[in-house]
């Protein structure tokens, strides 16, 4: 390591309270921890081993270090559950850079904080620093979950990145499509290309073959030589999203294009091969976008080598309050403030909305919340008021029903929701079973009782 000033290092990122140092073969060379009460390991515990020696339940793949030193770029504000060697889950949050000597990559610097301890979660406030490159693509650790669905699209990423099939992303407006597909494309060996994203509702069919295909001079009035955005992204990454938005027509030549991998530009006979992945994204359905002709059922089998469906997050319990922690972190260091977290009516209410924005809808409340906020904790008169409305009404219909609900009844609710709650956070029926503290046996009757998929 030489010259390496480790104190300066530490230094910049003061925010943290614990730091870790590689090799390029992830051993560890150095470690400082201030958090002696919940890694109270010595040094010879910990240097001379890896990262996965150190949580032998972690994956190579889900692992920052490992990752960068495999890829050679920067990983920011990265959050992961680990278990200490006391058996304490805790929940961190992760910068890990790469250590690049003559081009190459020797080590690693991995430097985290503490978010969480079990269910404890402490207020977070993100570090400020700048990011190189000019554009600033989405990873799979971007990815902000406790939902074990969630966890099964990360993990899949790195083992679809690399290949050149097609993929089709299903998900709900807000559900965060494009972010999978940058996750895609980040993950693979197309990273150094082009990653090109059009929405194909937001063009008019008259003008979409020419965005998509291009055009040369003369083809009609005004037309200039304008490579389209297949060509732009030779090499690289397409991704098109709302494609059962197309027109039939247009899908045909989108068909073609990928089939054959060449395009023609308007106006023109010569055909331009293509080197390019397609991603693709539907917000509905798309077997019954196939069956209402919204989509060819022969574009549909070509764009669904490999489909991806985003959970919505109403059905991702767990990951609402995981999530407003996240973004209380990103306006906080983006406006310069230090709110401390939701009231427990603000959480009672997020808990119960039905959520049809989605992520997308949860991040702009909060950032709205950020800007009329006058305490360190955001309440329901900081919420905009078609939420409060929608609650209010949702919450007299619900006490309506519970009224004419035995006592039973009204048990059998709250127990189906922690079940819902569980199955959403653990990766599997056993492991659910595990956090609500009963068999694997009764979990699985309790499902089918309710009717519930483990």
């Not at 890896?50 to 050679?72: F, R």
């Not at 709302?242 to 023609?264: G, H, R």
């Not at 808990?351 to 409340?365: A, Q």
Request: charged share 25%; glycine share 6%.
């Amino acid at each position: 390591m030489g010259t390496l000033n480790i104190e300066r290092i530490l230094n910049m990122y003061n925010y943290f309270d614990g730091a870790i140092i590689t090799d390029e073969k992830g051993v560890i060379l150095y470690y400082s921890n201030f958090r002696t009460d919940l890694y109270d390991l010595k040094l010879k515990e910990i240097v001379g081993k890896t990262i996965l020696e150190i949580h032998p339940e972690m994956k190579e793949e889900d692992s920052s270090i490992m990752k960068v030193l495999k890829d050679g770029v920067p990983i920011y504000d990265h959050i992961e559950t680990l278990t200490t060697p006391h058996g304490q889950e805790i929940t961190n949050i992760y910068s890990t850079l790469p250590i690049i000597q003559n081009g190459k990559i020797i080590g690693a610097i991995d430097l985290s904080r503490c978010i969480a301890e079990g269910n404890q979660r402490k207020n977070i406030v993100l570090p400020k620093y700048e990011v190189d490159g000019s554009e600033n693509l989405y990873h799979a650790n971007d990815i902000i979950t406790t939902s074990s669905k969630m966890k099964g699209i990360k993990q899949l990423i790195p083992r679809i990145a690399n290949t050149d099939s097609s993929v089709l992303i299903y998900g709900e407006t807000g559900t965060g499509k494009e972010l999978i597909a940058q996750s895609i494309h980040t993950g693979g060996n197309r990273i150094s290309k082009k990653f090109i994203s059009q929405n194909c509702a937001a063009i008019p069919t008259t003008l979409l073959e020419s965005i998509l295909f291009g055009t040369v001079k003369g083809s009609y009035t005004g037309a200039e030589d304008r490579p389209g955005l297949f060509e732009s992204a030779n090499g690289g990454t397409l991704f098109l999203d709302e494609i059962n938005s197309m027109d039939m027509v247009m899908q045909v030549k989108i068909l073609k294009a990928i089939e054959e991998k060449k395009i023609t530009r308007i106006g023109d006979n010569k055909p331009i091969y293509v080197d390019v992945k397609i991603i693709s994204a539907v917000n509905e359905d798309p077997y019954g976008c196939v069956k209402l002709k919204k989509l060819r059922e022969d574009l549909f089998y070509r764009l669904n080598t490999v489909q991806i469906d985003i959970p919505p997050l109403r059905e991702r319990i767990a990951d609402i309050s995981y999530l407003t922690d996240y973004f209380i972190a990103v306006y906080n260091s983006k406006m310069n403030k230090n709110v401390l977290g939701v009231t427990e009516e603000v959480k009672e209410i997020f808990e119960y909305y039905n959520w049809p924005g989605n992520v997308r809808e949860l991040r702009n409340i909060i950032e709205g919340a950020f800007n009329i906020i006058g305490s360190r904790f955001i309440q329901k008169e900081n919420l905009p008021q078609y939420l409060i409305s929608r609650y209010d009404r949702e919450s007299e219909r619900l006490e309506a029903c519970n009224r004419n609900l035995s006592l039973a009844e009204k048990v059998e609710l709250y127990e189906k929701r922690l079940i819902m709650a569980a199955l959403d956070s653990s990766p599997s029926v056993t492991a659910a079973a595990d956090k609500l503290k009963i068999s694997k046996q009764a979990l699985n009757y309790k499902l089918t009782k309710y009717g519930l998929k483990g």
